[in-house]
Structures are given as C-alpha cells and as structure tokens.
C-alpha cells in the first residue's frame, strides 16, 4: 500500500526554523518526483519545491528559495524540507505529494502528483 506521512509541523516564532519529512513506504522515493504544497486558510493551495527524480534537482518557489532546502534520504525513504528563517506568511498546512510521471513543466500542479500525505500544521508566530 502506497502511503506518504508529513510530519515536523510546530509553532514556531518568527526567524526560526523547523524541519519537515515526508515519510514514504510502498514505493521508492528515488523513482518519484516528491513535492511540497502548502495551503493557508482561504487561499488556494500552493507549491513550493520538489525534487524530481529525473535529474535529482531540487526546484523551488521564489517566496521559499534561499530559505527553504528539500533533500532526500533514500535510505529513509524519506523527503526532507528545512525551513529557515520563518516569516507569519508560511503559516500554513504542508503537504507532500509525489508523481512518477511529472516533467518540469507540470512541477507546480497539484493534479500531476498521484499521492499525498495528510498534511502538518506549520504556525509561525511571536
């Protein structure tokens, strides 16, 4: 059975940092594009990285890069996002996604990922 998990989601307080993972098991991680979504209350969600298995690149939204960092441990089996310098506007619920069939032109879709873990609450907040 296919199944991603997220977790590392908190409160944290402005500039600080949390790291989330991104669980998989029945499936390899190394043959599947791996994403990370967010969705704030009352907005769409929204993509913000993934490393496609392709090329093994990590690719990034402007509003994360320099900031945020997704690797991989595929000993694991698992997906990393390190979120640094936190702002109130990543307050959010992050999920994972992953798609063995997403070229670089479908990375920002939702659609194009088959499966998705349940999602973790990130609050940041003074």
């Known amino acids: 059975q296919v199944q991603l998990q997220a977790s590392g989601g908190g409160l944290v307080q402005p500039g600080g940092s949390l790291r989330l993972s991104c669980a998989a098991s029945?499936?390899?991680?190394?043959?599947?594009?791996v994403g990370w979504f967010r969705q704030a209350p009352g907005k769409e969600r929204e993509w913000i990285s993934c490393?496609?298995?392709?090329?093994?690149?990590?690719y990034y939204t402007d509003s994360v890069k320099g900031r945020f960092t997704i690797s991989r441990d595929t000993a694991k089996n698992t997906v990393y996002l390190q979120m640094n310098s936190l702002e109130p506007e990543d307050t959010a619920v992050y999920y994972c996604a992953s798609g063995s069939r997403i070229i670089t032109s479908t990375i920002r879709m939702a659609r194009a990922y088959d499966y998705w873990g349940q999602g973790t609450q990130v609050t940041v907040s003074s």
């Open positions: 490393m496609k298995h392709s090329d093994n690149r990590p």
């Open positions: 029945g499936f390899t991680l190394t043959r599947s594009t």
